[in-house]
């Protein structure tokens, strides 16, 4: 994961109303989204493991010869 620590950003417990949020302003939901956000961004930045990806090509590979009809 990255170096940054999530858990040390504070949450700003506030209503939308009161920060003078635009209506795509969640309060403090908004905090919670970027988090969520922050963390797929890093799990999706990881390298995919060897063997998911020869799982991959042997299901294309599985794939690919079931597609083809048979001539007899």
Same mark, same amino acid.
């Given at each position: 994961?990255? &170096? +940054?620590?999530?858990? &040390?950003?504070?949450?700003?417990?506030?209503?939308?109303?009161?920060?003078?949020?635009?209506?795509?302003?969640? #309060?403090?939901n908004? @905090?919670? #989204?970027? +988090?969520?956000?922050?963390?797929?961004?890093? /799990? *999706?930045s990881?390298? /995919?493991?060897? +063997?998911?990806?020869s799982?991959?090509? @042997?299901? &294309? *590979? *599985?794939?690919? #010869? @079931?597609?083809?009809?048979? +001539? #007899?």
């Amino acid at each position: 994961m990255a &170096d +940054r620590k999530i858990e &040390d950003e504070p949450l700003q417990m506030t209503h939308p109303e009161q920060a003078g949020a635009t209506s795509h302003d969640l #309060g403090p939901n908004s @905090a919670i #989204g970027r +988090r969520l956000k922050a963390y797929y961004d890093d /799990v *999706a930045s990881e390298p /995919v493991p060897d +063997r998911f990806l020869s799982l991959l090509d @042997a299901l &294309d *590979a *599985a794939e690919s #010869g @079931a597609q083809k009809p048979e +001539r #007899g």
